[in-house]
């Protein structure tokens, strides 16, 4: 017995073949974008973490600027004594 050729089927087959390996290849170029969007995303959450807060920040500059202040009104006041004495 000879084997019959089907030219039709065959020619079906492998558009079926070649729709399954298009198919194929965008579910892997898919699953790479998914996989690089997370890790980039991932990536833009780890920040660096600053050694101080905005508000401790804030709270220093201005504790030392009353600091500031505070010898600066008293050395005034000890200026002005100084010339009320003089």
């Not at 170029?29 to 998914?34: G, P």
């Not at 890790?39 to 030392?64: A, M």
């Amino acid at each position: 017995m000879d084997q019959v050729d089907y030219p039709l089927l065959r020619n079906k087959n492998s558009k079926q073949m070649n729709i399954n390996t298009i198919c194929l290849f965008l579910l892997v170029i898919a699953a790479y974008l998914n996989l690089y969007l997370t890790l980039r995303k991932n990536k833009q959450k780890k920040k660096t973490k600053l050694p101080i807060s905005s508000k401790e920040w804030r709270e220093k500059v201005e504790d030392e600027n009353f600091k500031s202040w505070l010898s600066n009104r008293q050395r005034l006041k000890d200026k002005k004594k100084g010339d009320i004495h003089n």
